[in-house]
């Protein structure tokens, strides 16, 4: 539970700065709020905000969002135990990296399904609430880039995934695909070089 509140609160932190962010671009204080509540996935919310607020279309932007959000489908398959029975719906709403990983920690089936939830409904209420603060503070801050809140979602995301990183076969794939992303960012919208980044994990294949 401990370490389950820390990455609540982690991901609470993320939601101010992607509330700031939305509404500093222009966008209405409801729509980071909304889409929070119904979306519930900050990849694909910073995702649309972004190429939305660089010019791209509405359509494109959720394209992108759904193209960012298809990584969720084998994490579902992942913890199906979990979601079976009531609350599926739900639980599905609630699923995230974060809730997976708890998840997946875990060996007794009681245990697991008591970490998914546990995670899923803190991180749910304290990024809806960080977005909620973020969104009306950034009708008062004005440029949130002086403040760097961008660069609050990758910093979580790099510090969830630095324990994986100890594993040297997990490094080289992480590396290359960050190569890749790094190689192709000048050419591509934003959106596709984190999608193509997952080409490092030929590296895992090949090696076997």
């Known amino acids: ?15 101010v700065s992607y509330g ?3 509404t500093g671009s222009g966008f ?24 939305v607020a660089a010019g791209g279309s509405p359509f494109a932007a959720a394209v992108a969002g759904l193209l960012v959000n298809s990584r969720l489908l084998p994490f579902g398959m992942a913890v199906s135990d979990v979601l079976r029975g ?3 719906v739900l639980g599905s709403h609630l699923l995230t990296d974060e809730d997976v990983a708890f998840a997946l920690a875990q060996e007794d089936p009681g245990r697991r399904r008591t970490a ?5 409904i803190c991180i749910f209420l304290c990024w809806n609430l960080g977005v909620v603060v973020g969104a009306f503070a950034g009708t008062v801050i004005g440029d949130t880039d002086a403040f760097g809140l961008d ?37 591509l919208p934003a959106g596709l070089p ?9 590296v895992l294949v090949v090696r076997r």
């Open 28 to 51: 209405g204080w409801w729509l980071p709020v909304v889409m929070s509540l119904l979306v519930f996935a900050g990849a694909a919310q910073f995702l649309f905000v972004g190429l």
């Open 86 to 88: 009531r609350g599926r």
């Open 194 to 202: 984190v999608l193509l980044a997952l080409t490092g994990v030929l």
């Open 151 to 187: 660069a609050a979602f990758p910093a979580v995301l790099l510090a969830l995934v630095l324990p994986s990183l100890r594993d040297s076969r997990t490094r080289r794939a992480a590396l290359a695909g960050a190569v890749v992303a790094l190689a192709v960012t000048p050419f």
């Open 116 to 120: 998914y939830w546990a995670c899923g």
């Open 20 to 22: 700031a962010i939305s």
């Open 1 to 15: 539970m401990r370490d389950v509140a820390l990455v609540a609160l982690a991901d609470g932190v993320v939601g």
